[in-house]
């Protein structure tokens, strides 16, 4: 089982829906957690950290269930700007490293 | 402007040719660390460092080589590369540990 799972999608929405992607750790251990963005061919930019009491930022809200062991974000409003590969990053207490979902794509269409 | 830069962005070489993949950060951040992406699997760690004379494997460190003797720069040495090494590799820094990283731009690597 990979350590951190992710639907892969794709998920097609249009123009001002709202979608929501879950991620699941198995490494009760974690400690951090993040949302990346990866645009078609870039690298991965930092789109929000998730904390335990969940947070906002604009159109998208991160949550994190400890006990179920999953992450979401939720994007409202959806822009085409939106469109792109989001992936699901968690840290555990005792690795000095990042665990990256392989990411779920992303297409919101006019 | 803060970055993480990499070079080169493209490669192509063939089995056993030794090569370099450079990569430089003006933050002064304390971590940095190797990424490889392969489709379906994510970015997987290869190696990182956590401050200058300070490295560690990650999880596919096998065929790679990395050296820290600078805080700035922490470049990832292939000493004899194969086709399955082929893949999309990024260097990220962030200031301590492995939170919230910044990435290059990534480096194609075809390894024919």
């Known amino acids: 089982r990979k350590e951190v799972e992710q639907d892969p999608g794709p998920f097609n929405v249009p123009e001002g829906a709202t979608v929501a992607f879950n991620c699941t750790y198995s490494?009760?251990?974690?400690?951090?957690f993040f949302w990346y963005r990866q645009d078609c061919r870039k690298e991965p930019k930092l789109l929000m950290s998730?904390?335990?009491s969940g947070n906002e930022d604009g159109r998208f809200t991160a949550q994190l269930n400890r006990a179920s062991q999953y992450i979401s974000l939720l994007i409202r409003d959806s822009k085409l700007s939106d469109s792109a590969t989001y992936l699901c990053v968690v840290k555990s207490y005792n690795n000095n490293d990042m665990r990256f979902g392989a990411g779920t794509r992303l297409t919101v269409k006019p | 402007e803060a970055q993480v830069t990499q070079n080169p962005r493209y490669l192509i070489t063939v089995t056993g040719k030794k090569l370099t993949v450079t990569c430089s950060q003006n933050m002064n951040h304390e971590y940095m660390s190797w990424y490889r992406q392969d489709p379906g699997l994510g970015l997987r760690q290869i190696y990182y460092?956590?401050?200058?004379?300070?490295?560690d494997k990650g999880d596919v460190p096998e065929g790679y080589k990395v050296s820290r003797k600078e805080k700035r720069n922490f470049p990832l040495i292939l000493e004899s590369p194969s086709p399955n090494q082929t893949s999309l590799y990024f260097c990220?820094?962030?200031?301590?540990?492995?939170?919230?990283?910044?990435f290059g731009q990534g480096t194609r690597l075809t390894v024919v």
């Open positions: 990220a820094s962030s200031l301590r540990g492995p939170t919230e990283a910044f």
């Open positions: 998730v904390y335990s």
């Open positions: 460092s956590m401050n200058v004379e300070v490295t």
């Open positions: 490494n009760s251990a974690s400690q951090s």
